[in-house]
């Protein structure tokens, strides 16, 4: 069973969640949140994704570096 595990850093006190499968592998993950209900919202918004359409969104090796610019931080 996949299950979804969450968690609060005692290093820097932010909340993070990953989604594993049977065999213990990370299949997913989240960025760090400032609260419990973000981490939490985060999760929930994973689930949903299952009726996310999916694009190939294929480009040149120069400019894939471009499709994984980390998204602002929260407030």
């Known amino acids: 069973m996949m299950k979804y ?7 820097d006190h932010r909340w993070y969640w ?7 592998e990370r299949l997913a993950y989240g960025e760090s949140h400032a ?3 973000a981490c939490l919202k985060s999760i929930q918004m994973a689930k949903n994704s ?3 359409v ?4 294929t480009v040149s090796d120069s400019s894939q570096q471009n499709l994984f610019k980390p998204a602002p931080p929260e407030r």
């Open 54 to 57: 999916e694009i190939d969104v």
């Open 18 to 24: 990953q989604l594993k499968a049977d065999g213990g």
């Open 50 to 52: 299952l009726q996310a």
């Open 35 to 37: 609260t419990k209900e």
């Open 5 to 11: 595990e969450y968690w609060q850093s005692a290093k």
